[in-house]
């Protein structure tokens, strides 16, 4: 499409910002409460808020107080949360164990969601980070990551997660392989309408620093992610990731982080047309209300605008620590 602009005076393009109904009327994209997955930390115990330093404004919730967290996002019209587990470093093993109980943390959390509110979509993170001992999202077998016994361990995650009720598996480990390996399982697991959000190009980033904090992996995490990860320098390569796991049968995709990636959000929309989303992550959460704390930007103004840069880029919809901040001004 070519823009088109009449020569001056006929086109004034001040005429259609001169008034609050007019801009009203011509504004191209709209940030909605239905655009919201809302990320939240898990952690052991009862009646525990703990705040999380480097995220302010974000808690490590216990598990009732998750189900009061979910039903306060089903009363704000939020459609998702997404649980994150911060395990208990005693749980913490080489074999991960732990990842694939039935009755582990974010397996009893997602129970006591689907209890309380059926209707609100709950979605996973599969990688086996929060339960390795060295932080990673894979084993660790002299010193690498390997692949394809990681790949069998997520399929177990998964399939825990699948029985515990969730709607939206979210695989975060950028293993090859996974996605096929586990939209197989579900499928002949009994567990067909269980979607695949597939963080697909997700990059080696510095973005995700407050998350590791707020998982307890910061400490644990031995090197980098740089074996597994994306190099923040591609962008052909983020479109043949999207392409496998779409071929591999992921129902939606993920760019992650989000602010610094928006480049990609763009193409991706726009070359495949599926479900796609951002995750704007701890880093970018962090950046914002840093600057906003010590008064040097406005907090809600930069948290929408923020918001609605994913929607112009193309995203359907944004995992955001702000979701329940931002459903409360967008439903006032
Ligand atoms: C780990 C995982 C990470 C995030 C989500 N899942 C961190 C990492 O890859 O080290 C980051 C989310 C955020 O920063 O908000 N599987």
């Known amino acids: 499409m070519i823009p088109f602009l009449a020569p001056f005076p006929a086109a004034r393009p001040r005429r259609l910002r001169a008034g609050a109904a007019l801009r009203n ?5 709209e940030l909605s409460v239905n655009d919201l ?5 898990v952690r052991d115990g009862e009646g525990i808020e703990e705040p999380v330093p480097s995220m302010p404004g974000v808690d490590r919730l216990s598990v009732d107080n998750v189900v ?12 998702a949360i997404c649980l994150f587990p911060y395990t208990d470093p005693a749980l913490k093993t080489e074999d991960c164990a732990e990842a694939w109980n039935p009755e582990n943390l974010c397996n009893r959390a997602i129970r006591a969601i689907k209890a309380a509110v059926p209707d609100l979509a709950v ?17 660790v ?5 390997h692949n394809d016994e990681t790949v069998e361990a997520l399929v177990k995650m998964t399939l825990a997660q699948a029985e515990a009720g ?23 697991g009994g567990y067909q309408n269980v979607t695949i959000l597939s ?6 980033s510095g973005f995700y620093g407050p998350f590791r904090d707020a998982v307890g992996a910061s400490g644990a995490l031995k090197g980098d992610k740089k074996t597994y990860q994306m190099d923040p320098g591609n962008a052909d390569e983020a479109l043949r990731m999207i392409a496998r796991d779409l071929a591999e049968g ?10 610094a990636y928006l480049d990609i959000c763009h193409r991706v929309k726009a070359g495949f047309g599926v479900p796609t989303f951002a995750y704007q992550v701890s880093g970018e959460y962090a950046m914002i209300q840093a600057a906003a704390l010590n008064g040097w930007i406005d907090g809600e103004k930069v948290m929408l605008e923020s918001l609605m840069a994913f929607r112009r880029a193309g995203c359907d919809g944004v995992l955001t620590y702000f979701a329940p901040q931002v459903a409360r001004i967008l439903n006032r």
């Open 68 to 79: 009061k967290a979910a039903i306060e996002a089903h009363a704000l019209g939020i459609p």
């Open 141 to 145: 077998i002299d010193g690498e990551i």
């Open 123 to 139: 979605m996973t993170d599969v990688a086996l980070d929060p339960y390795n001992i060295n932080g990673h999202d894979g084993f």
């Open 250 to 259: 992921a129902d939606m995709v993920m760019i992650k982080p989000g602010m």
């Open 166 to 188: 969730a709607d939206i598996i979210g695989p975060s480990d950028m293993m090859d392989g996974r996605i096929g390996a586990m939209r197989g399982a579900l499928e002949s």
């Open 25 to 29: 009327l011509v504004r191209e994209h």
């Open 199 to 204: 963080y697909s190009a997700k990059y080696a």
């Open 37 to 41: 997955i809302w990320p939240i930390f």
